[in-house]
């Protein structure tokens, strides 16, 4: 299992090294808020370690969704990640197969991630479980879970431990990774592992709780030492 966390600029960056994976996303903006291609490319610049990048909780703008992931591959990001904030699986379908195609015809090693929200009832948004084989049939490489209405309340209020492990299984039943997120904190950790997604997606847990506050190193690496 590997750590993502989440910065929202270069000083942050820096407090999230030990870290698996470093995230670049913009809180202000959302769930999976994108930030600027210079922060990105920034952030790249900091490490050899692989490095994400949110395009944003995507509604029914295909085009614009396959233009931001171009943007944040050209930035640098290993990973990009985009939000599924929609209601069907024609909708899904569309913005999912557009992002893989402009990612993948230019840059095929760059791996393309999916997040549907486990609060998907209050949002009347897609099942994460409807977004599996749709990730898979695009060629994709990643399929999520995260909250999309960040009010602290976390995954596990909405989707319950044997969910998630059903989730994670049905992801590799598919050929793809599993990363679950959303608003996760230190208690969930033993749950965590015997779900074993294949990454887990913090901010907030090492913000002190508070995914508005400065990133903490501290919490980094306890985290890290948490879940090895």
């Known amino acids: 299992m590997q750590l993502l966390v989440s910065p929202s600029s270069l000083e942050e960056a820096e407090r999230a090294l030990a870290a698996d994976i470093i995230d670049v996303k913009r809180p202000a903006e959302g769930s999976l808020g994108a930030n600027f291609p210079w922060v990105i490319r920034g952030i790249k610049g900091m490490t050899e370690k692989p490095v994400s990048a949110a395009i944003g909780d995507i509604d029914n703008r295909p085009g614009g969704a396959a233009l931001a992931a171009l943007g944040a591959a050209a930035a640098g990001a290993d990973y990009i990640k985009c939000g599924l904030m929609v209601a069907g699986a024609d909708e899904a379908r569309l913005i999912i197969e557009s992002v893989v195609r402009a990612v993948k015809d230019d840059y095929p090693d760059r791996k393309v991630v ?48 044997v969910a998630l492990s059903r989730f ?26 015997r779900i074993d997604p294949d990454i887990i997606g913090v901010r907030g847990m090492v913000c002190g709780g508070d995914r508005t506050a400065m990133l903490r190193e501290d919490l980094v690496r306890q985290a890290m030492a948490a879940i090895r």
């Open 114 to 161: 999916f997040a549907a929200y486990s609060d998907y009832d209050r949002l009347g948004t897609i099942s994460p479980f409807d977004v599996v084989p749709l990730t898979a049939a695009a060629g994709a490489d990643v399929v999520m879970i995260d909250t999309g209405k960040k009010d602290g309340r976390s995954t596990f209020e909405f989707m319950d431990e």
């Open 168 to 193: 994670v299984e049905a992801g590799h039943e598919a050929g793809l990774a599993v990363a679950l997120a959303g608003s996760l904190v230190f208690d969930d950790l033993a749950a965590l592992r």
